[in-house]
Structures are given as structure tokens and as C-alpha cells.
């Protein structure tokens, strides 16, 4: 037992954990003001606490479980052009073998019957299935709050289905690119991937969650570029997308998300109107220095002239009451956990599990460096929470989950070496 514990990867889990006191930390301090509850059982820092706990136990629960089932699909590859060519066996790779197959291509090209049944493969993933089923219900009995319809009331959480989509959206993502990971130069591969992340990133937006829809969209970006879609295919779509510009801000982004926008160029269009906040943010993250004023003194903070302080600009609080230090040792914690995520990626047994990691890692990489980005004056606000530190019970959920899959993906890897070496020991007794 002592020695299955060498292939847990303590760096991560402590890791979060520190991030994890950090958040808990920030947000009761953003939270003593008279307007939040007085109870305790009522308070933010509380309800998140009893999440952060649950998510702490569910990592290690997941850490004991094969990745691998994530991988399953009723439907399996239906393409008549791949055929599977599976891993030798006895070498523990799997409870199921069948999604660490890799898929060829046999020789002939796609027709169009092929394409669509490449498109429904990619469609019916139960995860995928299961993310747009819940975002779908959020449209129909969510609840709105500030303009926005997110949520789904289950009387003791509120649950937001866009953030259940992320990890939904890269475990289908994943298990799609690893099947096809021999052909994916096939520019319908793309096409295919594009689709499915179009679909939760157009639910999303109508919501309207334009942050979360762009952070799916990174996270697409990242899981193509890790399975080897040709540089050629991606610089063809931006420029793509480059061209549409001028449509979506015509026609597809409200009028709030325009005026966001064009205040992050210049906040003093409206000092104290939609740029206050941005003002407000910059003064708390230039008034920390070098250590801090201290916990829960942070004039911006206690004195509420920092708004949305809990969630959106919880950096410029810990900024502002931990100084340049406390900001500092928060972006390393954050460099530490994304650096053990790629490694976590690049030592994965199979592709499945090297995409899921890296889905996760961009995922991360993205909402920090545009959190706090729009925190400092560096982008605009889209109100993407920062992970671990933000109050967000689902994004904070969601992400003790993921942490709980890399987890799983490190110690079948380090399993797997485990096997290797004993086999080559017996071999050399043997011989």
C-alpha cells in the first residue's frame, strides 16, 4: 500500500490544496461586509468550504478509478474507412482495451455518407449528449439573475450547466481526436471538432455566458493543437474568423458585451458607469505594494467600493490585501499547477488521456490569464471567474473533478512503468 502511494502526484494535490486556502482565504474577506449573511452555515466562505471538501475526497476517490471508462461510447467508430488495430494485451493498459485502439486509414477517401457518420460519432458521446441535455434544461426552467438565465435551482445548489460543459466538452473531444489520431490530418477531422464544440459554445452564449463560450472555445484550441491538426487547417480558420468579425459584433454580441469592449480601450468613457469597476480594480491591485495592506484591511474591499469582489475581482482584492508577494506567490502556485498538468500530459499511457490533460491545462491557462488579465486593464471584462480562488461552487466543482481525473491519468502512468519494471525483473531472474 505504502508503495502504491509513490505513483499519487503530491505535487499537484498540495498544489491545490494551497490554491485552495488561498480562495477560501479571499473570499471571507470579501464577504465580512453587513450585506452577506451573518449565519455561518449561510455564509459564501462556508458553502464554498463545504464543496472544497467534497472535491478534496472525490480526487482521491478518482485517483483509485481508470480513467479509461470516461472513454466509452455506445456507438464506437463508425466510420467503414478506419479499422481498429488494438494494443498488445497484457500489459495493463485498460478494463477497456477497445478505447486505447488506435484508428487507420485504409485506402480509398471519405465520401459523404462517410463524413456524417464521422459527425454523428462525434455527436453522441454520452458526455457530450449528457452537456447539451443540461444546457437545454438551463434555457427552459433556469433561473435569471442580473439579466442572465444560468442556473438550475436544486434547492441546496445551484447548479450552472456551462461549467459542467467544459469537462464534458474535453472528455468527448478527447475521445474523438484519440480515435482518429492516425488520420487527423483529414481536414474533416477539424471540421468534425468544430462542430462539436459550436453547438455548447452557441447554447452558452444565448444565455448570455460569453466568457465561458470563449473558454470552450480555448480549450478547443488547445486539445486540436495537442492532437496534431496541421498548422495549415488552423491558420486557414482564423483567418476565417478574422473575416466574420465584423458580423459577430454586429449581430451577434448584445449591447452590454459592445460597451465592455470599447470601456476596456477606455474606462473613462464612463468613470462611473460601466468603467468603474475597471477603475476601481486597477487603484486596488496599484494600492496592495509590496506586501499588502493585510487581510480583510483592504480599504477597495471593506469599504465596498470594489463591486463584484468575491468573484469577478477577487484578484485585485488579494492583491490589494496580500501585496505584490501574495499576487506573486499565487501566479507561481498556478505556473506549478499547469506545469504538472502538461507533464501529466506528455507521461500519458495512450492519447486519450494526454488530450484530457491538456484540455485541462488550457482550460486553466486561459481563465487565469484572462481573469486576470480584465483585472489589471489587460482585457476586457467577461466575467470568467479565476479557478480555485473565485466563488463559484460549480466552477469550483468542476474543478476538483478535473484535478481528480489527472490525478487517475498520473497513476496509470506510473502503474503502468510499475508493470513494466516487474516484468523485466522476473524476466531477468528467469533468464
Known sequence: MKQSWLRFDFILFFTVLALLGFGLAMIYSTTLYPTQSPSLFGSPVFRQGLVAAVGVILILILTFVDYGVLGYHPLGVLSPITRRRQEPAG???????????????????????????????????????????????????????????????????????????????????????????????????????????????????????????????????????????????????????????????????????????????????????????????????????????????????????????????????LAEELGFIGAALLIALYCLLIMQALTIAANSRDTFGRLIASGVAGMIVFQVFINIGMNIGLSPVTGIPLPFISYGRSSLFVLLISMGILESIAWRRKEQEHRHTTIELEVDTIS
Open 91 to 317: 500489459l495493463g493498459l485498460s478494463l477497456h482495451h477497445e478505447q486505447y485502439s488506435k484508428v487507420e486509414r485504409e485506402p480509398g477517401g471519405l465520401s459523404i455518407k462517410d463524413s456524417l457518420l464521422l459527425l454523428i460519432e462525434g455527436l453522441s458521446n454520452p458526455f457530450y449528449v449528457l452537456a447539451l441535455a443540461l444546457l437545454f434544461a438551463v434555457s427552459v426552467v433556469g433561473k435569471s439573475s442580473l439579466g442572465a438565465q444560468r442556473w438550475i435551482d436544486l434547492r441546496f445548489f445551484d447548479l450552472q450547466p456551462s461549467e459542467v460543459a467544459k469537462l464534458m466538452v474535453i472528455i468527448a473531444l478527447a475521445r474523438y481526436l484519440a480515435d482518429h489520431e492516425d488520420t487527423i490530418h483529414d481536414l474533416r477531422h477539424l471540421l468534425v471538432s468544430i462542430v462539436q464544440v459550436a453547438i455548447p459554445v452557441l447554447m452558452i452564449a444565448r444565455q448570455p455566458d460569453l466568457g465561458t463560450a470563449l473558454t470552450i472555445m480555448a480549450i478547443w484550441l488547445a486539445m486540436v493543437i495537442m492532437a496534431g491538426i496541421p498548422w495549415r487547417h488552423l491558420l486557414l480558420l482564423a483567418l476565417s474568423g478574422l473575416a466574420a468579425l465584423p458580423v459577430v459584433w454586429t449581430h451577434w454580441l448584445s449591447d452590454y458585451q459592445r460597451e465592455r469592449l470599447l470601456i476596456f480601450m477606455n474606462p473613462q468613457l464612463d468613470p462611473l458607469g460601466a468603467g468603474y469597476n475597471l477603475i476601481q480594480s486597477r487603484i486596488s491591485v496599484g494600492a496592495g505594494g509590496l506586501l499588502g495592506r493585510g487581510l480583510n484591511s483592504g480599504t477597495q474591499s471593506q469599504l465596498n467600493f470594489l463591486r463584484i469582489q468575491h468573484t469577478d475581482y477577487i484578484f485585485s482584492v
